[in-house]
């Protein structure tokens, strides 16, 4: 009843604001019973007995005798069946009965009639409004403003518009949060044609499609999302987020960047690291891109994976001459085998090779961890007299054997592990096992581990 109520207050407002349109005469002496109802004009060519019973019919209505008013109707539409006005007279009186339903059966018998009957379009706004259909009452309203343009009734459109847009909002975000990604792109599509320069909308769609897998459309929805609102961190963000998935690395880049313009954050940082990471990986050889999946990891292998995921403690590291080497033409990781050289983390061998393809062993990769351990104590790294001090026992790795420090270093540090005491310093390890202790050595390093960039 409450929402009844505001709805004919809402259509009174409109039809009050109506008040000096020509088309609505006082049907009564007495105040109206309903002077929220417009009532339908007669056509000029009706004849006098019409025209005098459609006045009488409405003067009943207004007088709250919808009985009489309905008999009225109903004779001028038997001698004259098709009668607008007469249409529309009952969409009112099934109005003033609450039956809603009707009444917009009726207005739309009368519209089909006469498409541009303002008060039939005004009736069915009404009828909607209660019905709680406001975006059909909404263009049932505008429609009216179009037949009468002496309605005046733009402000109460637009709070009508503005109510349609937050109901159909809602709606999309209630899809949304249930999954329905299909259903909610509609929703956000219908409001996006009530208010098409939200920049809110377009991001909200856009997180949509991203959901859905369809990244070009919500690259361009973002797009324009950054074309209404260029300083909308939060759509930097996704655009970032829905390219870096599609595989634009780049494009991914520089979103982050223009986000962290706006404002610093550490989750867009570590975003930013993320995708420059990823950026850097998509530009190397498909042999290291594999390296996760290898059994047996090269020394190609380790030289990039250390000069990749810690470039910046191998660059702050005194530069170590490079001696020239035989094997290295044409080999795809050249560039990273001569900066872990020049770091001093892996060696070359004394005939001037550094056998790139030879497999990685236990014992050689603990070396390389040590040395990028010693280089993060040389850089200030606290940790490292604990590491130091650290003497684990192995079952097959006495405290005399060569490969001891490296192996107790790299255990006290979480870099590698020995279950079971075993540190077995002769196994080959996998490119997995490469990559999970660089990314070890990653996190130890924290800031130090990334390259400068300016």
Same mark, same amino acid.
Request: hydrophobic fraction near 45%; proline fraction near 7%.
């Given at each position: 009843?409450?929402?009844?109520?505001?709805?004919?207050?809402?259509?009174?407002?409109?039809?009050?604001?109506?008040?000096?349109?020509?088309? #609505?005469?006082?049907?009564?002496?007495?105040?109206?019973?309903?002077?929220?109802?417009?009532?339908?004009?007669?056509?000029?060519?009706?004849?006098?007995?019409?025209?005098?019973?459609?006045?009488?019919?409405?003067?009943?209505?207004? +007088?709250?005798?919808?009985?009489?008013?309905?008999?009225?109707? #109903?004779?001028?539409?038997? +001698?004259?069946?098709?009668? #607008?006005?007469?249409?529309?007279?009952?969409?009112?009186?099934?109005?003033?009965?609450?039956?809603?339903?009707?009444?917009?059966?009726?207005?739309? /018998?009368?519209?089909?009639?006469?498409?541009?009957?303002? =008060?039939?379009?005004?009736?069915?706004?009404?009828?909607?409004?209660?019905?709680?259909?406001?975006? /059909?009452?909404?263009?049932?309203?505008?429609?009216?403003?179009?037949?009468?343009?002496?309605?005046?009734?733009?402000?109460?459109?637009?709070?009508?518009?503005?109510?349609?847009?937050?109901?159909?909002?809602?709606?999309?975000?209630?899809?949304?949060? @249930?999954?329905?990604?299909?259903?909610?792109?509609?929703?956000?599509?219908?409001?996006?044609?009530?208010?098409?320069?939200?920049?809110?909308?377009?991001?909200?769609?856009?997180?949509?499609?991203?959901?859905?897998? &369809?990244?070009?459309?919500?690259?361009?929805?973002?797009?324009?999302?950054?074309?209404?609102?260029?300083?909308?961190?939060?759509?930097?963000?996704?655009?970032?987020?829905? $390219?870096?998935?599609?595989?634009?690395?780049?494009?991914?880049?520089?979103?982050?960047? +223009?986000?962290?313009?706006?404002?610093?954050?550490?989750?867009?940082?570590?975003?930013?690291?993320?995708?420059?990471?990823?950026?850097?990986?998509?530009?190397?050889?498909?042999?290291?891109?594999?390296?996760? #999946?290898?059994?047996?990891?090269?020394? @190609?292998?380790?030289?990039?994976?250390?000069?990749?995921?810690?470039?910046?403690?191998?660059?702050?590291?005194?530069?170590?001459?490079?001696?020239?080497?035989?094997?290295?033409?044409?080999?795809? @990781?050249?560039?990273?085998?001569?900066?872990?050289?020049?770091?001093?983390?892996?060696?070359?061998?004394?005939?001037?090779?550094?056998?790139? +393809?030879?497999?990685?062993? $236990?014992?050689?990769?603990?070396?390389?961890? &040590?040395?990028?351990? /010693?280089?993060?104590?040389?850089?200030?790294?606290?940790?490292?007299?604990?590491?130091?001090?650290?003497?684990?026992?192995?079952?097959?790795?006495?405290?005399?054997?060569?490969?001891?420090?490296?192996?107790?270093?790299?255990?006290?540090?979480?870099? &590698?592990?020995?279950?079971?005491?075993?540190?077995?310093?002769?196994?080959?390890?996998?490119?997995?096992?490469?990559? /999970?202790?660089?990314?070890? &050595?990653?996190?130890? =390093?924290?800031?130090?581990?990334?390259?400068?960039?300016?």
């Amino acid at each position: 009843m409450i929402r009844r109520l505001a709805a004919l207050a809402l259509a009174g407002a409109i039809v009050s604001a109506a008040a000096c349109a020509p088309k #609505a005469p006082p049907a009564t002496a007495s105040a109206p019973r309903y002077p929220e109802f417009m009532q339908p004009p007669v056509a000029p060519s009706a004849p006098p007995a019409t025209v005098a019973d459609l006045d009488l019919a409405w003067s009943q209505l207004q +007088a709250g005798n919808t009985g009489g008013a309905e008999r009225m109707y #109903a004779r001028v539409l038997k +001698a004259a069946p098709g009668t #607008a006005a007469a249409l529309a007279g009952q969409g009112y009186v099934a109005l003033a009965r609450q039956d809603d339903e009707r009444a917009v059966a009726r207005f739309d /018998e009368a519209l089909a009639v006469v498409p541009s009957l303002s =008060a039939a379009l005004m009736g069915k706004a009404q009828a909607l409004l209660q019905l709680e259909r406001p975006a /059909e009452a909404l263009a049932a309203f505008e429609a009216a403003q179009q037949a009468d343009p002496q309605l005046a009734l733009g402000p109460r459109i637009e709070t009508l518009r503005f109510r349609v847009i937050e109901d159909s909002i809602g709606h999309a975000r209630t899809l949304a949060k @249930a999954g329905r990604w299909d259903d909610a792109r509609a929703a956000y599509d219908a409001a996006l044609r009530m208010s098409p320069d939200s920049a809110v909308l377009y991001r909200e769609l856009a997180s949509v499609e991203r959901r859905s897998g &369809l990244s070009v459309e919500a690259d361009a929805h973002l797009g324009r999302a950054l074309e209404l609102d260029p300083g909308d961190r939060a759509t930097h963000v996704l655009l970032a987020q829905t $390219r870096e998935e599609a595989g634009d690395f780049d494009g991914a880049i520089a979103s982050y960047e +223009a986000a962290l313009k706006l404002e610093p954050s550490a989750d867009i940082e570590v975003g930013l690291a993320r995708a420059r990471e990823r950026a850097d990986l998509a530009r190397l050889p498909e042999e290291f891109q594999a390296l996760s #999946a290898k059994a047996e990891a090269t020394r @190609a292998d380790l030289a990039a994976a250390l000069a990749l995921r810690v470039p910046g403690v191998l660059t702050r590291a005194p530069a170590r001459a490079t001696p020239v080497l035989t094997d290295l033409r044409g080999q795809w @990781a050249r560039p990273w085998i001569v900066a872990t050289l020049r770091a001093g983390v892996l060696d070359a061998y004394p005939n001037h090779t550094f056998q790139p +393809a030879s497999r990685v062993r $236990r014992a050689e990769l603990a070396l390389a961890v &040590l040395r990028t351990l /010693e280089l993060l104590a040389a850089q200030g790294d606290r940790r490292a007299d604990q590491w130091q001090r650290a003497s684990p026992e192995f079952t097959d790795l006495p405290p005399q054997h060569p490969a001891y420090a490296a192996a107790a270093q790299a255990t006290a540090a979480g870099v &590698l592990d020995a279950p079971g005491g075993v540190f077995a310093p002769t196994r080959s390890v996998s490119g997995q096992e490469v990559l /999970e202790a660089v990314s070890h &050595l990653q996190r130890l =390093a924290g800031p130090l581990a990334g390259r400068d960039r300016r």
